[in-house]
């Protein structure tokens, strides 16, 4: 038998509370660092009422400002981000994903790339149309290759409804070179 081993003391602190309204509610992802100090995640809700991607950045008085980077509409940008834990590229761009909002409902993956002072979002896919194999609702956010390729989870529509993993692969525009 193995003697238990005491606990460390810990102090917990309060780094900010979300109301549910402009700043978001319901941060259900996991945090992602960027190596500055500063912290971004997603609310499922608040914001426009279809979730927010945040920004938690130390003030250098001991506390945290929220910043929200953007706000989900519900239509073709994407709502609800559930469970969506972001990740970054190399040229600091965020990559997500909704379980709703898009053109047919069912979800979209997103980039966020700052833009000076703001936030863009570019709609990478639209999940739920036919091209997209049967997976919609994509839950978890992504995580990318070396080639740029996008991994993530989705419900595979039909019945019975199961789980899929999907792929995004990058485009050619027409006439490009590789």
């Not at 003030?59 to 953007?70: A, I, M």
């Not at 972001?86 to 909002?101: E, R, V």
């Not at 919609?136 to 199961?162: E, H, K, M």
């Amino acid at each position: 038998m193995i003697p238990a081993r005491p606990a460390q003391a810990q102090t917990e602190s309060l780094l900010h509370a979300f109301t549910g309204a402009r700043d978001g509610g319901e941060p259900y992802s996991r945090l992602t660092p960027d190596g500055a100090g500063n912290f971004y995640g997603t609310t499922e809700i608040g914001g426009l009422g279809y979730g927010t991607v945040f920004k938690l950045s130390p003030n250098g008085s001991r506390g945290w400002n929220e910043t929200v980077l953007h706000t989900f509409t519900g239509y073709v940008d994407g709502g609800y981000p559930f469970f969506t834990s972001l990740i970054f590229d190399g040229q600091g761009n965020l990559y997500g994903t909704t379980a709703g909002g898009g053109p047919t409902g069912h979800g979209v993956a997103f980039k966020l790339s700052p833009k000076g002072k703001r936030w863009v979002e570019t709609v990478l896919f639209s999940f739920g149309k036919n091209d997209s194999v049967g997976c919609a609702d994509p839950w978890g956010g992504v995580i990318r290759d070396s080639a740029g390729n996008l991994y993530g989870t989705c419900l595979n529509s039909g019945f019975p409804q199961t789980e899929a993993i999907f792929q995004l692969s990058q485009s050619m525009a027409p006439g490009s070179k590789k």
